[in-house]
């Protein structure tokens, strides 16, 4: 699930956690790609963060109904620069762990749902 947005990334990045937040999700996690690559290869890579966000009552859902189901969280949510846009990408659950997985698909759906709204509210 992607989203390309005119506004700059510092502007998309800051009112992320919020849009997030509005459908039940937290950051839990944020790996800045860019710090880490430039730390660990020495090399120059565009703006990059990975937030791993999760939603406390569809995690404990899914981990109800299978705990396999952990592999997959928390939802990564990627922000990147893509010259003067910015892209915001989501995973799709529906497309991951809920694939095979009757159990898991509601609640999959419901996740997917929930982050669909979350890009649309970026802009």
């Known amino acids: 699930m992607t989203r390309t947005l005119a506004s700059n990334y510092d502007t998309t990045l800051a009112k992320l956690p919020e849009a997030l937040k509005s459908e039940g999700f937290g950051v839990l996690t944020e ?3 860019q710090a880490t690559l430039r730390a660990k290869l ?3 890579f565009r703006r990059y963060k990975i937030l791993g966000a ?11 109904a299978d705990l ?3 592999i997959m969280m ?8 893509d ?21 898991l ?18 802009g």
């Open 74 to 81: 928390p939802c990564n949510v990627t922000v990147y620069e």
């Open 83 to 103: 010259g003067p846009r910015t892209v915001v990408t989501a995973i799709d659950p529906m497309e991951t762990f809920a694939a095979n997985d009757p159990k």
């Open 105 to 122: 698909r509601p609640i999959a759906d419901e996740v997917r749902a929930k982050l669909a709204r979350v890009l649309e509210r970026l």
């Open 42 to 44: 020495d090399v120059d």
């Open 54 to 64: 999760c939603n406390p009552g569809l995690a404990h859902k899914a981990l109800s």
């Open 31 to 33: 790996v800045d790609v």
């Open 68 to 70: 396999g189901a952990g």
